[in-house]
């Protein structure tokens, strides 16, 4: 099958959303995996290869059966909540001591229900369910509660709140973090100390799925792995997806020459392979890998041994699907900090998304001469001030908070967690489930799994849109606070939200700040509007999370501590925590309920190094991306 057979191919690969194990496990305060993440509506797992990527009909094969990786049910799954619980199945048959749905074999979803923006009051739900929300949400207008949720009472303490609080000052760690320890730590993946890697032994072909996040995470691996290899990248192809329909490629999206002026003295960069080896059938002669074929973050040593003997025999080798597969420990020094320069110096967005992104943060900020810190590196030469004719005095611009809310279907159903929707709720996850999860449906009916209430007790519930609102309002930002929504296809669509635009009414998302004309260009491009989240999300004066593994949160928080300097905070709610202040919900006083929220968050903004095997996107506090300065004498 010729390369350009197997990209034409329209492969089902929903964009997958992991950085590696629960980034709640990583820190002392937070003890439980999270959910999911939404790029523009997708779920959170591991990564890995398409749902029906091509496979060796004939031929050698790159791998031997002893060397091969099997992902399992691989066509359905999704990364599980439920590590550290033990569950057993039903007749006596033997207990699994570990996670139910094991992250280490979650691998993808192979569809998810498309809504349109909860904004614009559009939806492609079934017509029922979409008739049913907007007719609540004509009750709601007239006066009536909100049609779901479990928290009426703590939305009316919080309601109150607000309105008495104007006055107050708000608490000063707010929209800080502890400069002192995070302005130590200063970016230096652009140092190199190695010769440029002239890629004799052959051509690298990556074709990475997923969305933007996902197949910037394959991209930065797929560099790592032509310089251990000694061979000359080709730039990446992006898989398209029958489900997402986004047709972008890497040039799309990211700026091709400076990709590879940027990584020259790193690897050899192409932008096509050679014309003598596009005729070749690479599934044919063995040089066809995926996933399925390497182990997740697999260890250097794995590619030396197995990819290196295809590389030499048949001067190219194509990772398709290519995803999470190189591990962060362990690694020389030199090819984690090449993964970081990739990361947070060589992938700059084209000018297209760096202009609309710059105009989205100019209206964000209600003004137009000041960039903020991280300006310069998300839209380039669009962060310089905007001088205009007969300018009066300099303004202050204002400061608003980045929210990026995790509350999908897919994710809502995979969690089997309860959200106060009742019977009607139940049902149309249940029906999602036998669609979309049908392992899910399987295993509940042979095992034995913790009831919805455990599961939140434990911190396995993703956050709902009210929980997330009333986290912030404990946290103590004002009514006036300026909150811009990352993503917009929230599970319950306008009824869900009315917590969240209520308490803070200049809530906005990209939908709302640019027009149907600056939007039209990256219109049906999902990947291309992710990136717009992705720089309002990063520039924002804070940063809150409502799931801390998320692979746009991991992202958006790394690149922000790269660059913020010690400036930027972000919130990470530890949901173990959390859901122990909200099971008070009926009884618990406001004043009490904020000081347990603001302890519990305050305990995630503490400074800290990389953690071993965590990934380097997320902490790259650390000798390979950055430099602690406090140690330099």
Not at 141 to 162: F, S, T
Not at 202 to 218: F, S
Not at 301 to 317: A, H, M, R
Not at 434 to 458: Q, W, Y
Request: positive net charge; aromatic residues 10%.
């Amino acid at each position: 099958m010729s390369l350009s057979a197997v990209q034409g191919k329209q492969q089902p690969v929903p964009e997958l959303e992991d950085d590696g194990p629960s980034s709640d496990q990583a820190e002392p305060s937070t003890a439980w995996p999270s959910s999911f993440h939404y790029r523009s509506g997708t779920p959170r797992s591991r990564q890995s290869s398409p749902s029906h990527s091509p496979r060796r009909s004939s031929g050698p094969t790159p791998l031997s059966n002893s060397d091969r990786f099997s992902d399992g049910d691989s066509h359905y799954a999704t990364t599980s909540f439920w590590g550290g619980l033990n569950v057993q199945r039903k007749s006596g048959k033997r207990k699994v001591g570990s996670a139910w749905f094991s992250k280490k074999r979650a691998e993808r979803i192979n569809h998810r229900l498309h809504t349109k923006s909860w904004f614009s009051g559009n939806s492609s739900s079934p017509a029922p369910i979409s008739v049913a929300i907007q007719e609540k949400w004509r009750k709601y207008g007239k006066g009536k509660k909100p049609p779901k949720g479990n928290y009426e009472r703590m939305l009316a303490l919080a309601a109150h709140a607000l309105a008495e609080g104007h006055s107050k000052p708000e608490p000063k760690d707010l929209w800080q973090e502890p400069f002192i320890p995070a302005s130590s730590w200063k970016p230096c993946a652009d140092q190199r100390s190695w010769e440029p890697n002239e890629g004799k032994n052959g051509y690298l072909l990556v074709t990475a799925n997923g969305g933007m996040n996902q197949q910037r995470v394959a991209v930065c691996n797929a560099v790592v792995i032509a310089r251990l290899l000694n061979a000359t990248l080709v730039i990446p192809k992006f898989l398209y997806s029958s489900i997402w329909r986004d047709v972008s490629q890497f040039s799309d999206i990211y700026q091709e020459d400076h990709f590879i002026n940027f990584l020259s003295p790193d690897i050899r960069i192409v932008k096509e392979l050679p014309k003598e080896l596009e005729s070749l059938n690479l599934e044919a002669i063995g040089s066809l890998v995926t996933d399925a074929d390497i182990p997740k973050e697999a260890k250097p040593s794995f590619y030396l041994k197995n990819i290196i003997p295809i590389l030499l025999k048949n001067g190219v080798v194509h990772f398709l699907g290519f995803g999470n597969r190189l591990a962060f420990d362990p690694i020389p020094f030199q090819l984690q900090r090449l993964r970081c320069r990739c990361n947070f110096h060589a992938l700059q967005f084209v000018p297209k998304i760096q202009q609309t992104g710059a105009l989205l943060l100019q209206r964000l900020r209600h003004i137009e001469s000041l960039p903020g810190p991280l300006d310069h590196y998300l839209v380039g030469p669009y962060a310089e001030p905007i001088k205009k004719q007969n300018e009066g005095p300099t303004k202050k611009a204002s400061k608003y908070l980045a929210l990026h809310l995790r509350f999908e279907i897919d994710m809502v159903a995979h969690s089997l967690c309860e959200f106060g929707g009742g019977d009607e709720e139940q049902k149309e996850l249940e029906a999602f489930r036998e669609i979309h999860f049908p392992a899910l449906v399987l295993l509940k009916k042979t095992t034995k799994l913790p009831t919805p209430a455990v599961l939140r007790s434990e911190g396995l519930c993703p956050l709902s849109p009210e929980e997330a609102v009333l986290m912030l309002a404990a946290l103590g930002f004002k009514r006036k606070t300026r909150i811009f929504v990352a993503g917009s296809q929230i599970y319950g669509g306008r009824s869900r939200m009315i917590a969240l635009t209520n308490l803070y009414p200049k809530l906005v998302t990209k939908e709302n700040l640019l027009t149907t004309a600056e939007l039209e260009p990256f219109r049906n491009f999902k990947s291309q509007l992710a990136a717009l989240d992705f720089i309002g999300c990063t520039a924002s004066d804070a940063f809150a999370m409502t799931d801390s593994g998320s692979q746009l949160s991991s992202l958006v928080s790394g690149f922000r501590i790269y660059y913020g300097g010690g400036i930027t905070p972000t919130i990470r709610p530890n949901k173990r925590r959390l859901a122990s202040i909200f099971s008070k919900n009926s009884s618990i006083e406001w004043r009490v309920f904020e000081q347990r929220v603001r302890k519990a968050v305050r305990q995630t903004k503490h400074i800290q190094p990389r953690p071993k095997a965590r990934s380097v996107y997320r902490y790259p506090r650390c000798d390979d991306c950055m430099c602690n300065m406090t140690l330099v004498t």
